[in-house]
C-alpha cells in the first residue's frame, strides 16, 4: 500500500494543527457530530487537492454518526460507506491524523448499523502516533 500523500498548507502546517481542524476533532470525539460537520466544511470549502477529498471524507464520517443519533440508519450507512471509500487512500495517516484507525474502526461501525446493535460507541478521531516501541526499546545491531 502506497502511504498517502503528506500535503501542508502554505504556512507549512499540517492540517493537525490547524485551528478550525483542532476544534472539530474536540467536537468529533466529544459527539458533537452536526457541530463537527459544520466546523470542518468551514476548513474543506477553500481547500484544494488532497485535504479536500480528506476531509470531506471526515466529514461523512461526522455526518454518518449523527444520523445515527437522529436514528436514521439508512442515511447512517450511506454516508459512513462513503467516508469509507475517500479515506481509503489516506492510510495509515495523513497531515497528523491516524487514519487507519479511523478507517477500521468505521468499517466495524459500519457492521454494527447493518446489525443495529452497540451504536452508542462511536469511533475517535485521533492523531497519528509514534510507534510504541520506545527508542530505548529498539533492537541493537549486533556486534561482529
Not at 455526518?63 to 440508519?73: A, K, M, P, T
Not at 462513503?82 to 497531515?95: I, N, T
Not at 478507517?103 to 492523531?127: D, M, W
Amino acid at each position: 500500500m502506497k502511504p498517502a500523500p503528506q500535503v501542508q498548507n502554505a504556512a507549512n502546517q499540517p492540517l493537525v494543527r490547524e485551528p478550525l481542524f483542532e476544534r472539530g476533532l474536540r467536537l468529533f470525539n466529544q459527539r458533537s457530530f452536526f457541530e463537527c460537520h459544520e466546523v470542518l466544511e468551514d476548513l474543506w470549502r477553500p481547500e484544494r487537492g488532497p485535504r479536500r477529498l480528506f476531509l470531506q471524507a471526515v466529514i461523512h464520517f461526522a455526518v454518518s454518526f449523527y444520523h445515527v443519533q437522529r436514528h436514521n440508519l439508512p442515511g447512517a450507512e450511506r454516508q459512513l460507506s462513503k467516508g469509507l471509500k475517500k479515506l481509503a487512500g489516506y492510510l495509515p495517516a495523513f497531515e497528523g491524523v491516524n487514519t487507519e484507525r479511523l478507517y477500521l474502526s468505521g468499517i466495524q461501525f459500519l457492521e454494527r448499523i447493518g446489525q443495529r446493535k452497540n451504536l452508542k460507541q462511536f469511533p475517535k478521531l485521533t492523531r497519528a502516533g509514534r510507534s510504541k516501541r520506545s527508542h530505548a526499546e529498539s533492537p541493537r545491531p549486533a556486534r561482529r
